[in-house]
């Protein structure tokens, strides 16, 4: 080997050294925080492996100009006090443009607004359903920097209601989380409900983690309800259902959407779940529910595309990437200004997945407006970073969630707006 071919191939291995240094140091960092532990931790288990997919599904697609979207994923422990302390760090130490979380409303407030919307950093929930995100964005605590992937409470309790009503529910009493979700859902749920016809005999909020809930099962069970409505997480929610059931209570529930859930039938026990009925955030099929629902399970390690939180996590992190590039840097006002770029009216339909993802990108280097059709459907955002949609009625039949009808967000609509 002579000295010049010596010096060729050094100078090779140099520039591919630094090429590949130059690779990670132009890594994008996106916070994740995620309730991978504690009540919701089977939500946020789901959403980070959804978020990672899509970023992987961009990142080969080419990325922001060869350079990766990478997640720095954070556990809360579904904790806000945690959550806040993670998210500070991810701002502060991390430099994060944008945070995806929590899946929880009473993680994602207070990551609103102890730390993003003072930052001006984006924030993004794929599940967080309060209607007390929509208020703090009209009080103008929001910066704009906030946006989430799932509908409000404020239209999901109306649909639960009018479900509930359609299966000859005529009385039901209320077992709910004491946090700012339960509190808003039960809030909507019991005014929809009663303008139908409905009477609450009993509203119960529970604290969580608690080893027994046979105290608030029984006094739940004033009245003779013909149901309960468990509005809860699969942990809690399966203890409750348990007492609820052992203490004789009729074995009829309406549930909200985070109780689709496989460990809490098995934990319950599917036999006593027959007459059990649940409403989530819909879905309008698009080419990415379809590419979603082919691959999700082998790529997360056997979780179904179906578990909570789920399909709407992968729009949440497909967003995120496509706004970033189209912002061309890891700015966060540059990324807030792009978000609605992305999923803009006229804008050529984009769906999920390598190929459509690298359409996107040529899309974006050309100018061109893109609309990123999502595995819950073609997203929009309004002026607080909510999106409006069906909702999904299901009932569990031989331990399987199953699909048993839609409601239209027209018709959630006119029940909230009918005197």
């Not at 060729?8 to 090429?19: D, G, H, M, N, R």
């Not at 966060?332 to 339909?349: F, R």
Request: glycine share 10%; aromatic share 8%; charged share 20%.
């Amino acid at each position: 080997m002579g000295p010049k071919f010596l010096l060729s191939a050094v100078v090779a291995a140099l520039a591919a050294s630094t090429a590949t240094a130059f690779a990670a140091d132009c890594d994008i960092t996106v916070g994740l925080v995620m309730e991978l532990t504690g009540p919701a931790g089977e939500y946020g288990q789901a959403g980070a492996k959804s978020v990672e997919m899509a970023f992987r599904d961009f990142n080969d697609a080419g990325g922001v100009d060869g350079c990766k979207v990478v997640a720095d994923t954070r556990d809360s422990q579904s904790q806000g006090n945690v959550a806040v302390d993670q998210a500070t760090q991810l701002v502060n130490i991390k430099k994060v443009p944008v945070i995806i979380g929590g899946i929880i409303s009473s993680v994602s407030i207070p990551i609103l607004t102890s730390v993003t919307a003072p930052a001006g950093v984006v924030q993004v929930s794929p599940a967080s359903s309060s209607p007390t995100l929509t208020e703090l964005g009209r009080e103008g605590k929001t910066n704009g920097v906030f946006f989430r992937t799932i509908t409000s409470d404020a239209l999901q309790g109306t649909a639960a209601a009018k479900y509930a009503v359609d299966q000859g529910l005529k009385k039901i009493a209320i077992i709910n989380v004491n946090n700012d979700f339960g509190v808003n859902m039960v809030k909507e749920f019991t005014m929809a409900y009663t303008k139908l016809g409905g009477t609450i005999t009993s509203t119960t909020p529970y604290n969580e983690k608690q080893s027994s809930y046979a105290s608030e099962a029984s006094a739940a069970m004033t009245g003779e309800p013909d149901a309960l409505y468990l509005v809860s997480t699969p942990v809690d929610g399966a203890t409750i259902a348990r007492a609820w059931i052992s203490g004789g209570g009729k074995q009829t529930f309406l549930l909200n959407d985070g109780m689709n859930s496989k460990d809490f039938i098995e934990s319950v026990g599917a036999q006593y779940l027959e007459s059990a009925y649940g409403t989530s955030s819909g879905t309008s099929p698009t080419a990415s529910t379809e590419y979603f629902n082919a691959n999700y399970e082998a790529f997360s390690g056997g979780i179904s595309p179906s578990a909570p939180a789920a399909d709407r996590s992968y729009d949440a992190g497909a967003i995120v990437a496509l706004a970033i590039a189209k912002a061309g840097k890891a700015d966060a006002a540059a990324i807030k200004a792009a978000v609605p770029g992305v999923v803009a009216e006229g804008g050529t339909p984009i769906h999920a997945g390598k190929e459509e993802f690298a359409k996107a990108l040529q899309l974006i280097k050309d100018g061109k407006p893109v609309k990123y059709e999502g595995v819950i459907g073609p997203v929009s955002f309004d002026q607080y970073g909510d999106i409006t949609g069906p909702f999904r009625l299901w009932k569990i039949t031989n331990g399987e969630v199953t699909t048993v009808g839609e409601l239209s967000a027209e018709e959630v609509n006119e029940i909230k707006t009918a005197k």
